[in-house]
């Protein structure tokens, strides 16, 4: 059970804008097993630095991050605010996911999270108890931990849901010294489970879900528009809609999303208007790297630099159906980056227009994969 201590630390917890908040020992995730195998299948795709082996070792014993680890502090930040579908059905904009709208949620948990850790030193004994914080940034298996700490049960997306709360929130994680379980082990919480609903698989649009509690990764709309940095495979691009970073669609559909209450928190996270949360796709395809710099610095889209979200609205442009957009994607032909010029390319061969101007471009281009992609097209 978890001991008094225990129970001060999950208040100041919810003081410090921490929705949900639990306590679990400092053990191996329940989930690494799974982890492992995924890892081995290759389903990481080009995110190398997960199967590293000094962050696969800290995965399997916490106390390689910190020695003498005896107990975790998971919590959770709700951050789902919704109000956009009213814009959801006009091609000309680009979708970005909820939990991208706005500030960066390291730099607004972060923070919290590390006035927590001073609490639990305080707290137990000064000077006699350490604590490090992590907000999705070490190797640590958050989701797991946070079904260990009752903060909800791992659905068939492999996201952590919780049944108040649904799965739109943050994860962080404490780990400490402090022994803030007692010997007989945690209470286990009663969660509920899926059961036999499959509304995530079956609406995943890419197919990525390729089993119950089993994503590769490399078909994933979030990997493909973050993670992966070169060209997006072509047999995926149509099924990506117009989402230009990440995607919430096994979030949405899942029925305990119906359940999730409004917390204060959230408005840190709202978007200021639609455009942060559905952008004109004119914009983002003619957005220069000053702009980028200025429009999203401060926000989780910046990590994804000018290139990779230019190269997303080309898809999305191509998914539009808007044949007005092709002035946009021809001044992109002769953009610097290769990348975004034949995702630029695919777009309007998808859009079936711009022949002319990519018989030109061909002319002119030295980049082979480039060519390739404009060759594609001009042969039909």
Known sequence: MINGTGQRIIERAHRLGFELAGIAPAVASPTLDAYLRWIEAGYHGEMGYMARPDRVARRKDLNVILPGAKSLVVVGMNYYTGGVDQAV?????GRISNYAWEQDYHDVMLPKLEELGQFIEQEVAAGEVRTRAYVDTGAILERGHGEQAGLGFIGKNTMLINPRMGSFFFLGVAITTAELVDHQGID??????CGTCTRCTDQCPTGAIIAPYVIDARRCISYLTIELKGSIPRELRPSMGRWVYGCDICQ???????FAEGTPQQ??????????ALPPLPALLRLSAGEFEAMFRGSAIYRIKRERLVRNACVAAGNSEDRALGEYLIALLSDESPIVRGHAVWALGRLGIGQEALRKALA???????????SLVLEG
Not at 252 to 258: A, E, G, N, S, T
């Open 89 to 93: 059905g006009n091609e000309s904009r």
């Open 252 to 258: 949405m559909v899942c029925p305990w999303q119906r």
């Open 188 to 193: 286990k919480k009663q969660m509920p489970d």
């Open 267 to 276: 408005e840190t996270f709202a978007a200021a208007d639609i455009d942060r």
């Open 364 to 374: 002119g281009e030295i980049d082979q994969g480039v060519r390739e992609e404009i």
